[in-house]
């Protein structure tokens, strides 16, 4: 249950961390 609890933390700053560099990529993009 520990071991689940470390891996729910770390998916979640990993998706987190994804999210704000795509958002950021895409603020950079041109809009059409």
Known sequence: MYHN??????????CAFVWELGTRFESQQPQP
């Open 5 to 14: 609890k470390i891996k729910t933390a770390v998916a979640r700053e990993l």
